[in-house]
């Protein structure tokens, strides 16, 4: 067995911590630096001590690389912002500017399979449920949760739909972007775009907060015509909207949706009966006419309020997936690229944005290349990593590759088999 040696058992902290110590000492670990690093605030998540270290800076990125083989960090961040002294408390810092930073985790889509494999457990009342961890636990109203996730195929394949998406309006409506730029595999279940340029760098929060409400799609108009009565007062809105901007966005993904509706696709949009019939039996004259036209109520049992109701679930959608206090907080630290993730072992990295159709998550962020280790699974859906598909285990002893290992036990869901 790898990582064991004389036979006695070695707890599953230890050995991952092992892993880790061996990743930041080996000599061909090459870890990037972000640029202007001597500007950067340096965060450390503590494996032993479950604390993080702050307000740490560093002149060079050797410097760096030995403080990471000494500390040996579960996870490593850097601030977004740019510092006279990052050394200093908070306000003494002296902001110099920030990076723009965008951050789509499947922890906040809801894609089809959370309810499967993903579960929350309030650490106040102990209420459980699976699926999105809510904000609040509805019994106590605690917000503390303990959650059990997973790094699945499906969950990264819907981050990846909406960080193109993203990119797209990045490029097109914002101009901050073109297919070299590089954008970041988070090391757990999304992705991250970190923009860095002269014309983003002094952005203030309301600015930050005004490009991530178009890129939401809040405060969209969508009632520009309205039915008054004789009187002239207004008794109902009529769903209509702009052709340009935002709103040709909307429209496009308004086009998918139908295009590609199912029956359960409505449901979740808050669509059933007879309004859900007329769109699975009409979709190609609603494409045209309503879509395409504009002409939002020329197709029978499709009114008013379901236009109102997809355009609200899909821009919810969009609210969704980026995590908007991320790219508001202009303090923010964030994941170091070429390091570690605590909760998989896996490693962020780096990749021209013209290759995410292609990137691999489950190839191309692994760390642990060699050796193969014996663990307790107590519970594990099939996965695929490093080329290998494994599982599913329940209650069984295996040996593992060290990265499916690693993932495991970072997960909760192993332990080293002694
Ligand atoms: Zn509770
Ligand atoms: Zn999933």
Redesign the pocket.
């Known amino acids: 067995m790898t990582g064991v040696g004389d036979g006695t058992a070695m707890s599953s902290r230890d050995f991952v911590y092992g892993k880790f110590s061996e990743f930041y000492s080996s000599p061909s670990t090459v870890i990037p630096s972000p640029s202007l690093l001597d500007q950067r605030e340096m965060g450390f998540l503590l494996f032993k001590e479950r604390i993080m270290l702050r307000h740490k800076s560093f002149e060079s990125g050797s410097d760096l690389k030995s403080f990471l083989s000494e500390t040996v960090p579960s996870d490593v961040y850097h601030s977004c912002a740019y510092y006279e002294n990052p050394e200093a408390e908070m306000d003494k810092k002296g902001w110099l500017g920030a990076d723009l930073v965008f951050d789509i985790d499947a922890d906040h889509i809801p894609t089809s399979c959370n309810k499967v494999h993903d579960e929350w457990t309030?650490?106040?009342?102990?209420?459980s449920g699976k699926g999105i961890t809510p904000e609040t636990?509805?019994?106590?109203?605690?917000q503390k949760f303990d959650t059990k996730t997973w790094v699945c195929e499906l969950c990264l394949e819907s981050a990846k739909e909406e960080t193109v998406k993203l990119i797209d309006m990045l490029e097109k409506d914002f101009g901050f972007f073109n297919q070299e730029t590089p954008v970041f595999f988070s090391g757990h279940r999304g992705y991250h775009v970190h923009i860095e340029n002269e014309a983003v760098k002094t952005l203030d929060v309301m600015a930050r907060k005004e490009m991530v409400d178009y890129i939401t799609g809040l405060g969209l108009n969508l009632s520009i015509r309205q039915k008054k009565s004789s009187d002239g007062k207004v008794t109902s809105r009529t769903f209509g909207m702009h052709k340009f901007g935002r709103y040709a966005r909307l429209k496009q993904d308004m086009h998918n949706f139908i295009e590609k509706a199912t029956k359960d696709g409505l449901v979740k949009a808050g669509i059933k009966g007879a309004p859900s019939t007329s769109i699975l039996q009409y979709k190609q004259q609603i494409l045209d006419r309503c879509i395409r036209k504009g002409l939002w109520d020329s197709v029978i049992g499709v009114k008013d309020e379901t236009w109102f109701k997809i355009a609200a679930y899909l821009t919810n959608l969009q609210v969704a997936a980026i995590d908007t206090v991320v790219t508001t907080d202009i303090h923010r630290l964030i994941r170091m690229n070429g390091t570690l993730h605590g909760k998989t072992g896996l490693l962020k990295v780096e990749f021209p944005v013209k290759r995410l159709a292609d990137f691999d998550p489950f190839k191309e962020a692994v760390a642990f290349k060699e050796g193969a280790v014996k663990v307790f699974v107590s519970d594990a859906p099939e996965f695929r990593l490093g080329g290998n598909v494994l599982g599913p285990y329940k209650n069984r002893t295996v040996e593992l590759p060290t990265a499916a290992a690693v993932l495991l036990i970072c997960k909760g869901r192993a332990e080293v088999a002694s």
């Open positions: 309030c650490s106040k009342c102990g209420l636990c509805p019994i106590c109203k605690g």
